[in-house]
Structures are given as structure tokens and as C-alpha cells.
T-cell receptor, first 113, second 117 residues
Framework: DQQVKQNSPSLSVQEGRISILNCDYT??????FLWYKKYPAEGPTFLIS?????DKNEDGRFTVFLNKSAKHLSLHIVPSQPGDSAVYFC????????????FGKGTKLSVKP | GAVVSQHPSRVICKSGTSVKIECRSL??????MFWYRQFPKQSLMLMAT?????????EQGVEKDKFLINHASLTLSTLTVTSAHPEDSSFYIC?????????????FGPGTRLTVL
């Protein structure tokens, strides 16, 4: 049973618009969440994270929102750029930033010029 | 940023042979390294966690005798797939974490594509 779910395998967005990537989780004990970006033939690279004590974290064009009651988090990218085209993985941890990561299946984002 | 390398990037082998994959942290010392496996259209699944100088901790369902992990130094961990079979064909990715107060982030290698014929 998958504890971290990314229900949209792909998303297509026009350049300059907002990209919203969604992630749902089932374990209410998760206390740390991360987003990774992955290009083909490369390993995932860390993008942004959020602790369960917060509901929003922002870093430049990237903002992660956490809704604990809904067990839902989302990554907003605005404005989207063609270079953002990649697979985005949501991950959750039970041990804070030191915990092992449980990944979703990923969402492939395509940003069209 | 911190760089993690993996070698080889791609390997094709015959069924029954053993394959060794290396994971190196190039510009930092990794007290903890992780090995993941990813099947097509699936999530990254943690296989095992290894700390330098100690035995690896395997996730449930991962055979420790089949997937041998050695973390002999602070910059190198190896995963050996013993007696590989076609069902072991997958994308194997390692990650490394410094474990220092400087950060808990995991830095990922580029992955190794294993194909067992």
C-alpha cells in the first residue's frame, strides 16, 4: 500500500503560467516532506522541503503548501519555465530531516514555450 | 553542491552473474548512504541504509544475501547484486548524507541501469 501518492503521472503547462503538483499521503505521523526534481539519466535533486509544523515554505519560484488535515501537499512553480520540465517526486519522512524517505511515483511536468 | 557519482551508469549481464555498483561522494564525507531501486513508472524504493563501518540495515522484503552492501569508507559504498536474474533488472540509485550539522539533505547519484538477460 503506497503511503505517498502522486495521482497525476503527467502535467502540461504553458510557459509563464503556474504549475501545481499534488501529493497525498496516508500516514499522519510523517513529519517532514520534500520535493525532488529529476531529469532523465540523472539522480533526483533536492528542490524544497517543509516541516509538518509549517503550512507553507517558499523559495524563489517554488512554494510548497502543506494541509495536514487533508494529508495533502502541493508544489507551486510560478512562473513556469521550459527548464522546469522534469519528473517531480514528493517524499515523506517519519524522522524529520534525518529520517528515511518514502517516495511517490512522480509527476512528469512539461512546460511548453 | 555536493556531488555523488555512480559507476557504472549502465550494465548488461547474463543471468547468474554478479554485478557490483559503486557509489562515491566526491566532495564530502558521507556517514550514511542509501540504496534505492526504481522499476518503470514506480517510485524510488529504499532498499537499504548503510553507515560507514557497520552492517547495512535492509528494508523489509529486500534479501540481504542477494544485495550485498559494503560501506568501507566515508566516500564509498558498493552494492553487489549476486546471482542476478532478469527480475533484478531495474534502475539502482544511491544517495549520501553528511550527517553533520551542515545539513541532512540526501544527495543522489545519477543511477545505474541494470539489465539482466
Amino acid at each position: 500500500d503506497q503511503q505517498v501518492k502522486q495521482n497525476s503521472p503527467s502535467l502540461s503547462v504553458q510557459e509563464g503560467r503556474i504549475s501545481i503538483l499534488n501529493c497525498d499521503y496516508t500516514n499522519s505521523m510523517f513529519d517532514y516532506f520534500l520535493w525532488y526534481k529529476k531529469y532523465p539519466a540523472e539522480g533526483p535533486t533536492f528542490l524544497i522541503s517543509i516541516s509538518s509544523i509549517k503550512d507553507k515554505n517558499e523559495d524563489g519560484r517554488f512554494t510548497v503548501f502543506l494541509n495536514k488535515s487533508a494529508k495533502h501537499l502541493s508544489l507551486h512553480i510560478v512562473p513556469s519555465q521550459p527548464g522546469d520540465s522534469a519528473v517531480y517526486f514528493c517524499a515523506a519522512s517519519l524522522g524529520g530531516s534525518q529520517g528515511n524517505l518514502i517516495f511517490g511515483k512522480g509527476t512528469k511536468l512539461s512546460v511548453k514555450p | 553542491g555536493a556531488v555523488v557519482s555512480q559507476h557504472p551508469s549502465r550494465v548488461i549481464c547474463k543471468s547468474g552473474t554478479s554485478v557490483k555498483i559503486e557509489c562515491r561522494s566526491l566532495d564530502f564525507q558521507a556517514t550514511t548512504m542509501f540504496w534505492y531501486r526504481q522499476f518503470p513508472k514506480q517510485s524510488l524504493m529504499l532498499m537499504a541504509t548503510s553507515n560507514e563501518g557497520s552492517k547495512a540495515t535492509y528494508e523489509q522484503g529486500v534479501e540481504k544475501d542477494k544485495f550485498l552492501i559494503n560501506h568501507a569508507s566515508l566516500t564509498l559504498s558498493t552494492l553487489t547484486v549476486t546471482s542476478a536474474h532478469p527480475e533484478d533488472s531495474s534502475f539502482y540509485i544511491c544517495s549520501a548524507r553528511t550527517g553533520t550539522s551542515g545539513g541532512d539533505e540526501q544527495f543522489f547519484g545519477p543511477g545505474t541501469r541494470l539489465t539482466v538477460l
